[in-house]
């Protein structure tokens, strides 16, 4: 059987990218829509050509959620010219360190990712130059914790930014998504808000159930590298060197060895720290030159970054994380790990007034604790913390008087839990992996090694 994932066209508007694309006999369509974007005022000033590789790249990153239906080769038609070995070696490493969930989901571990059906060809374009330099920073905001604690870093650093944030179909409703977000925005002091909409129809559609020839059970998609690519004509049209996202060090870690390969699998690997450097790298040597993306959390765990969140506690109610159904379902496993790091580390009255709910008690959440626990073979595949974190956490909850379900299973297979350890590396610092630019680092840095003290304090009035 012919597996072959095809590029179709591109076209703009002022403010809006669509792209066609398929697989086999299959067709579908992405639309990008900015909300204070000038496309055609970004083509006059920085040419048609080195535009069109900009949107080259934008649809690179959305066609590879195709790699979900076992392609064997990629026809990239009239884009081909932007084929060059660069790109090719880069858009293969995104997929092979992130379709290995898929893979490791669907047992497939022989399977390659997908071959490009033309020849690199040397590139005609240099990487341009930012001409513009107005605020400095664009920091991502997705409504979660990180977003709360990264912009709050920023303003107690009196470094100006703007916000960013993006919708998917993926997520629900559109608007939805947005409203949530500035009620989050609207305990921050940013300069300006930019939003993206991404309306996908692949996402949307019932492939999976339709067409069982092509045996996959799931759905994977490079969330993280889609949205930089797509925030880049923001980045140009307004003038920021710097993007900023919510990354923490936890993401670094893999959920499990996967033995036939001896791969690590890693469900946040979008999110690492080896994936920023290779990200930020490929798009000041291929496309902006004076360009940087980085997370500010990334010289922290989450046992500092629930922590934190006590210095800017008002905006706590306005966080959300559910990818089910926004902003809370209280049923899946980011429900549940934030919802006991709330417990561990905030006010329980707080917590209780917004998730109204012991997630302790809820059936379904019995086996993400279990998981998240390091008692399955894996932890879940969400964007949580380590098992060590998890353990930690539930020992607050514990000492802070809380139980449940869960909090008995937890007692049973932890009665004596060693706290030392876990403090030890959890409360480390390291500055030297993020790829924060000096003059950010040197006003951030500070605060963090601050909040690791103020962590250990708390923690001390328990353990």
Same mark, same amino acid.
Request: aromatic share 14%; proline share 4%.
């Given at each position: ?169 993926? @997520? ?38 339709? @067409? ?249 009035? @328990?353990?």
């Amino acid at each position: 059987m012919k597996r072959e994932i095809w590029f179709d066209k591109l076209t703009r508007s002022q403010k809006q990218i669509s792209m066609t694309f398929g697989f086999n006999d299959l067709r579908f369509e992405v639309a990008y829509w900015y909300n204070d974007v000038d496309l055609h005022f970004l083509e006059e000033k920085y040419g048609q050509e080195n535009m069109n590789k900009i949107y080259f790249h934008i649809m690179a990153f959305e066609i590879n959620k195709l790699v979900s239906l076992q392609p064997k080769t990629i026809d990239l038609g009239d884009y081909a010219r932007f084929h060059t070995e660069q790109f090719e070696s880069f858009w293969q490493k995104i997929v092979r360190k992130i379709w290995v969930q898929w893979r490791y989901e669907n047992n497939l571990p022989h399977y390659k990712e997908p071959e490009f059906i033309s020849n690199p060809v040397e590139s005609q374009l240099k990487s341009i130059e930012n001409q513009l330099e107005l605020i400095k920073v664009l920091s991502f905001c997705g409504g979660g914790k990180d977003s709360l604690v990264a912009m709050k870093l920023l303003e107690r650093a009196r470094i100006p930014y703007s916000s960013f944030a993006y919708s998917s179909s993926v @997520y629900g409703t559109q608007q939805h998504q947005h409203d949530l977000i500035k009620r989050l925005l609207k305990h921050g002091t940013q300069c300006n808000h930019h939003a993206l909409w991404v309306f996908d129809s692949f996402i949307d559609s019932p492939v999976l159930q339709l @067409y069982p020839q092509y045996t996959s059970k799931s759905i994977k998609s490079a969330e993280t590298p889609s949205s930089i690519f797509g925030s880049l004509p923001i980045v140009l049209q307004h003038g920021y060197h710097h993007i900023a996202l919510g990354h923490e060090r936890s993401a670094d870690a893999g959920n499990l060895i996967w033995e036939e390969t001896g791969e690590e699998v890693n469900h946040q690997w979008g999110k690492s720290f080896e994936a920023e450097v290779l990200i930020n790298n490929y798009i000041q040597n291929e496309l902006i030159s004076n360009f940087s993306y980085f997370s500010l959390l990334k010289p922290m765990y989450d046992v500092v970054i629930f922590n934190l969140l006590k210095l800017d506690i008002e905006g706590v109610s306005d966080t959300h994380s559910c990818s089910i159904q926004k902003p809370w379902c209280c049923k899946c496993a980011k429900c549940a790990y934030v919802w006991l790091n709330y417990m561990a580390y905030l006010p329980v009255d707080l917590v209780n007034s917004i998730f109204k709910t012991n997630l302790f008690d809820i059936q379904e959440n019995q086996h993400w604790f279990y998981e998240m626990l390091g008692l399955g073979e894996h932890t879940p595949f969400e964007c949580i913390g380590e098992i060590s974190e998890t353990r930690l956490a539930f020992e607050l909850c514990r000492r802070k008087g809380l139980g449940g379900k869960a909090m008995d299973m937890y007692f049973q297979k932890f009665p004596n839990l060693d706290v030392a350890p876990i403090l030890e590396k959890y409360l480390n610092i390291d500055p030297t992996q993020a790829n924060i630019p000096f003059e950010i680092k040197e006003r951030i840095i500070p605060q963090i090694y601050d909040a690791a003290k103020e962590t250990r304090q708390y923690i001390s009035q @328990y353990c």
